[in-house]
Nanobody
């Protein structure tokens, strides 16, 4: 089992920045992917950014050039640096961890942290 604990959400004005952190604990495999998803009221959850244990990254188009995902493998922690925030970034952000345990794919979720971008 894997537990993910998120921190760093809050209220910020448009154009501001926040950094989200997610610390993983439990039976963590060295070969894995971690990412951030978000869900706004009335909308489906969407992938924001993902990073593999090897450092490969992908971003949804709407955050490219503004958000940076990174990780510290020694601490089993993933970060999301969110710059030039826009009101449309307002959502609950969820940390995700996934890996193959043998032939079975497993994923785990953080508790979610609210990010609100408003004047």
């Amino acid at each position: 089992q894997v537990q993910l604990v998120e921190s760093g959400g809050g209220l910020v004005q448009p154009g501001g920045s926040l950094r989200l952190s997610c610390a993983a604990s439990g039976t963590i495999l060295s070969n894995n992917a971690m990412g951030w998803y978000r869900q706004a009221p009335g909308k489906e959850r969407e992938l924001v950014a993902v990073i593999t244990s090897g450092g490969n990254t992908n971003y949804v188009d709407s955050v490219k050039g503004r958000f940076i995902i990174s990780r510290d493998n020694a601490k089993n922690t993933v970060y999301l640096q969110m710059n030039t925030l826009k009101p449309e970034d307002t959502a609950v952000y969820y940390c995700n961890y996934n890996a193959y345990y043998g032939s079975r794919w497993r994923d785990y979720w953080g508790q979610g942290t609210q990010v609100t971008v408003s004047s």
